[in-house]
């Protein structure tokens, strides 16, 4: 809890230094990736669907899915 307090007062007191920097970097408007990246946005949805797919497919084979309750 104190590093969340510690971490907001931080920001609370860089932020007019800090994000005016951060802003002249990211500001390109309203924008969605396949305008980024320049691709269609049905390749956009079938590539993050399959990277989808395949994280979930990995972590069933790595077993990090929640473990059961032991019946006492």
Known sequence: ????L????????TYQQ??????K???VGS?????????SPYLTVLAFGLISLLL??????A????KKKLEP
């Open 1 to 4: 809890m104190l590093g969340f």
């Open 6 to 13: 510690t971490g907001a007062a931080l920001f609370g007191l």
């Open 18 to 23: 800090v994000f005016p920097q951060i802003e």
């Open 25 to 27: 970097l990211a500001k």
């Open 31 to 39: 924008v969605v990736i396949p305008d980024l990246w320049n691709l």
């Open 56 to 61: 979930f497919y990995l972590i069933d084979r």
């Open 63 to 66: 077993g990090m899915q929640r």
